[in-house]
């Protein structure tokens, strides 16, 4: 099992970048497929990245490739999402996410949730 706690969010105005942390306790940090999603408000859920268990391996929505870039630390057991060129779209409430074995887009099959960090995108 392992506990997730993000950080990073803010306000900012559309172009700029953040950069958010994702801070895991627990043994089996290096095991597991890390992930961001977002939630809108009104809206479901939706996949934004992920990253294999050695980061040599990363997938990204349509909604954020070439604007978004997911790391891994596992000594520092953190996952981050460098997230650029932000738009007013991109305002939702990000979560990290965590499963063992596979990569997915469903977050229905990531069983490890952190708290979510709110992002607020101005024009």
């Known amino acids: 099992q392992v506990q997730l706690v993000e950080s990073g969010g803010g306000l900012v105005q559309a172009g700029g970048s953040l950069r958010l942390s994702c801070a895991a306790s627990?043994?089996?940090?290096?095991?597991?497929?890390m992930a961001w999603f977002r939630q809108a408000p009104g809206k479901e859920r939706e996949f934004g990245a992920a990253?294999?268990?050695?980061?040599?391996?990363?997938s990204y929505a349509d909604s954020v490739k070439g604007r978004f870039t997911i790391s891994r630390d596992n000594a520092k057991k953190t996952v981050y999402l460098q997230m650029n060129s932000l738009l007013p779209e991109d305002t939702a409430v990000y979560y990290c996410?965590?499963?063992?074995?596979?990569?997915?887009?469903?977050?229905?099959?990531?069983?490890?949730w952190g708290q979510g960090t709110q992002v607020t995108v101005s024009s």
């Open positions: 996410a965590a499963r063992t074995y596979y990569s997915a887009t469903q977050a229905a099959l990531y069983p490890y």
């Open positions: 627990g043994r089996t940090f290096s095991n597991y497929v």
């Open positions: 990253i294999n268990w050695s980061g040599g391996g990363t």
